[in-house]
């Protein structure tokens, strides 16, 4: 069988094609609670979370993100809001 286009079918791999129009909700890093556990960076299964541990600020590249929730689903002070995309 030949995939050529349109097929994610690798973790990670969203990051040679962009993904993000893919997306409902995107995450929105509200840099109130975060304690630079890096735990979304972490869990983001496209690596498309960025971020520093020392200044606390985080967030997502939109050309990649699927809006899987992933990472406000493991944010453990739920610093991280989804929110739905207008489309
Ligand atoms: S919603 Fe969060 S975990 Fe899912 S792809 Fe986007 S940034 Fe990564
Ligand atoms: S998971 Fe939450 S607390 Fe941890 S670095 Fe990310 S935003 Fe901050």
Redesign the pocket.
């Not at 869990?43 to 496209?46: D, N, W």
């Given at each position: 069988m030949d995939f050529k286009v349109g097929i994610i079918a690798m973790p990670g791999a969203a990051l040679s094609n962009k993904t993000g129009s893919f997306?409902n909700?995107?995450?929105v890093f509200m840099h109130k609670t975060c304690t630079g556990c890096n735990l979304?960076i972490y869990?983001?299964?496209?690596g498309?979370?960025y971020g520093d541990k020392k200044t606390k600020i985080y967030d997502?590249d939109s050309d990649?993100?699927?809006?899987?929730?992933?990472?406000?689903e493991e944010c453990p002070v739920d610093d991280?809001k989804?929110v739905l995309v207008e489309k």
């Open positions: 997306a909700e995107v995450p979304c869990f983001c299964p496209e498309v979370v997502f990649y993100c699927k809006g899987c929730g992933i990472c406000a991280i989804m």
